[in-house]
């Protein structure tokens, strides 16, 4: 299925950390682990496609504070400990994202896109916070993170657009409610244990044959009530800071030519 353009008026909510590890991954040589194509030209190829074809009234990015601060990590230390990915280390990943962002941002910041990063939260939580706090505004989040069908599963007006799909423009409603098969299942990506056996497939099943309270009453509450408090992006603690923070950030409207063919001349991003 290809695309159709037939919306107005949309806001546009680009997740800066999915992106950042997408453009990264996509550039990486994995025998030098050094980048082919600097990520920085991928992420914002992927970001002027988007801004074409959906045309949107305002396009914001977001982002998460450092791992070691987010709340989640404080109620669950082990939260996001996973593995490396295979060919790279976590502290040579770590050194091209630090380079890679500090430069996204900058650029972001002359490019009329509206940022925001809050203590505490990661970038997951503040779109939450954006769809819930305009309910009435035409929405479409761009992001592979799988959490991010909580809106789409909830609000109306929200849509999702994951780039790993890049046939179909809009993702559809999960069949199964994200945050159960995920407090059943766990999360690999987060480091998040789920009960023993139990993979998605089998969540799925659990739900589909109305066995939630007879599995949970033979196996216990806790992982579930925990792995909820994690997961679900509604009982986030700070969720009704996060949208008097979301309203109170005033739109960036600024487009500086200049400073950004300083950027692209200082880091000869010369294929930009």
């Known amino acids: 299925m290809g695309?159709?353009?037939y919306f107005n008026k949309m806001d546009i909510l680009i997740d800066g950390k999915n992106l950042t590890y997408k453009a990264i991954f996509a550039s990486l040589d994995k025998i030098t682990k050094k980048p082919k194509v600097d990520?920085?030209?991928i992420a914002l190829r992927m970001m002027c496609k988007w801004r074409?074809?959906?045309?949107?009234?305002?396009?914001?990015i977001f982002w998460d504070v450092p791992r070691e601060k987010?709340?989640?990590k404080k109620l669950y230390p082990a939260y996001k400990d996973g593995r490396s990915k295979g060919f790279i280390t976590k502290?040579?990943?770590k050194i091209i994202v630090d380079k890679f962002s500090r430069i996204f941002i900058t650029i972001c910041s002359n490019l009329e896109m509206t940022q925001y990063i809050k203590s505490e939260n990661e970038a997951d939580d503040l779109m939450y916070a954006y769809v819930k706090a305009y309910p009435n505004k035409e929405t479409l989040i761009v992001s592979s993170d799988g959490d991010m069908?909580?809106?789409l599963m909830k609000y109306d007006h929200v849509k999702v657009h994951d780039p790993r799909n890049k046939d179909v423009m809009y993702e559809e409603k999960p069949e199964y409610d994200p945050v159960i098969v995920k407090c059943l299942a766990g999360d690999t990506s987060d480091n998040i244990d789920g009960y023993r056996l139990v993979g998605d497939i089998t969540a799925k099943k659990i739900i589909r044959d109305g066995k939630l309270e007879e599995f949970l009453t033979k196996n216990g509450k806790d992982m579930f009530d925990f792995n909820r408090k994690l997961v679900d992006l509604e009982l986030n603690p700070h969720i009704e800071s996060n949208?008097?923070?979301?309203?109170?950030?005033?739109?960036?409207?600024?487009f500086d030519l200049k400073a950004i063919n300083k950027i692209i001349d200082k880091y000869e991003l010369t294929e930009l």
């Open 149 to 151: 069908t909580q809106a």
């Open 243 to 254: 949208m008097e923070y979301i309203k109170s950030v005033k739109r960036n409207d600024k």
């Open 52 to 60: 074409r074809i959906y045309k949107p009234e305002n396009w914001m």
């Open 70 to 72: 987010l709340w989640r």
């Open 39 to 41: 990520p920085l030209i």
């Open 91 to 93: 502290d040579e990943l």
């Open 3 to 5: 695309f159709i353009l």
